[in-house]
């Protein structure tokens, strides 16, 4: 259990935003995909919301990345 907490502690950041993508990519294949259904991407809610969830999971561990690299040269010239 504590491996399970530390992981979901370390990787927080970019679990929100995979979900986010997620949710997000879903919104857009509601309201614009399944009407237009001739590009890949948007035909097929799995597809769309894979793509959604792999972007928003990419962004949010660079974003993570970033912060901490932030905290350490910020605690450096402390």
């Known amino acids: ?6 992981f979901l502690k ?3 950041f970019a679990l929100l935003f995979t979900v986010s993508g997620i949710i ?3 919104i857009y294949w ?3 995909g399944m009407y ?3 590009l890949p991407l948007s ?3 799995w597809v769309n919301c894979t793509y959604g969830g792999l972007i928003g999971g990419l962004l949010g561990s660079n ?3 970033h912060n901490e690299q932030l905290q ?3 605690n450096k010239h402390a």
């Not at 259990?1 to 530390?6: G, L, N």
């Open 63 to 65: 974003l993570a990345r």
């Open 24 to 26: 997000i990519a879903y």
């Open 72 to 74: 350490k040269q910020k």
């Open 43 to 45: 035909s097929e809610c």
């Open 1 to 6: 259990m504590k491996r399970a907490y530390a």
């Open 30 to 32: 509601v309201n614009w």
């Open 10 to 12: 370390e990787n927080l």
């Open 36 to 38: 237009y259904g001739t």
